[in-house]
Every structure is written in structure tokens, then in C-alpha cells.
């Protein structure tokens, strides 16, 4: 029974200390897009509303959305920079423990968008820097 509590009691430690660090980042529109292996590029549908948040913690990323997404963080990777734009990014395991890629792409118009890229599809969730918490 000791151990039992014991085990509760550091799951609820860990998961208040994961709560001091977390950033919320809300989205209004979003879209899926398809790799086409010919043209070299992804195939992406029309943009839709989407109010879906994201919550970023240390080392998790949930999502609020329909399959209440969650992402494990393995790597961070180096910081990309254009003359317009800048991406961090880090390569993630989901919930169902398949590799993808978890970008956020900031544009000097105060706009930024949230890419979650997998080896043939991707989904783009756009937001305004404004809406980060």
C-alpha cells in the first residue's frame, strides 16, 4: 500500500512540476496536405476553421482536438532562419509511437503556424503570435 501512494504522490509531483512550464498556443484555421512524390511537394486541401489548442509542456505537446493528440519530444532540432521566417522544430513520437516532425513557423507579419509533418502527410494548423498564452 505504501508504494501505491508513494507512486500517486510522485505522479502527482511530476505532473504539477510539468504544469509550472507550459505555454498554450490556440489556432483558427488548419488544413492536411499529402506528399505528391512527382511533383516533389505536398498537395494540401482548403483551409478550414479549426479552434484547437495546443499545449506545450517540457518534454509532451497535447493537443485538444478530436483524438486528444498527444507528442512525446526526443530531439530538438536546429533553429532554421529565412529572410522572412523562422522555424523551430523537434521530432516527436505520437500517441501511437510513429515518428513525425512538430514545426512552428513564425513570419515577420506576426503570424506564425504549427506544422506536424509525418514521412507522406502533414497537417498545418495556422495562428497568430498574438494568441500565445
Known amino acids: 500500500m505504501k508504494k501505491i501512494i508513494t507512486t500517486i504522490i510522485l505522479s502527482l509531483f511530476t505532473l504539477?512540476?510539468?504544469?509550472?512550464?507550459e505555454t498554450k498556443i490556440t489556432t483558427y484555421k488548419?488544413?492536411?496536405?499529402?506528399?505528391?512524390e512527382y511533383k516533389k511537394k505536398y498537395d494540401f486541401d482548403e483551409f478550414h476553421y479549426a479552434e484547437i489548442v495546443f499545449t506545450f509542456y517540457e518534454k509532451y505537446i497535447t493537443v485538444d482536438d478530436i483524438g486528444h493528440?498527444?507528442?512525446?519530444?526526443?530531439?530538438?532540432?536546429p533553429i532554421r532562419k529565412t529572410?522572412?521566417?523562422e522555424t523551430r522544430s523537434v521530432k516527436c513520437l505520437d500517441e501511437?509511437?510513429?515518428e513525425c516532425v512538430f514545426a512552428i513557423m513564425s513570419f515577420?507579419?506576426?503570424?506564425?503556424s504549427i506544422g506536424v509533418i509525418y514521412d507522406e502527410k502533414m497537417f498545418v494548423y495556422v495562428i497568430?503570435?498574438?494568441?500565445?498564452e
Do not use: V, W
Open 16 to 21: 504539477c512540476s510539468f504544469a509550472q512550464f
Open 30 to 36: 488548419n488544413c492536411y496536405g499529402r506528399y505528391n
Open 69 to 77: 493528440s498527444l507528442y512525446r519530444i526526443t530531439e530538438t532540432l
Open 83 to 85: 529572410s522572412n521566417s
Open 96 to 98: 501511437n509511437n510513429k
Open 108 to 112: 515577420d507579419d506576426g503570424t506564425a
Open 128 to 132: 497568430k503570435t498574438k494568441n500565445i
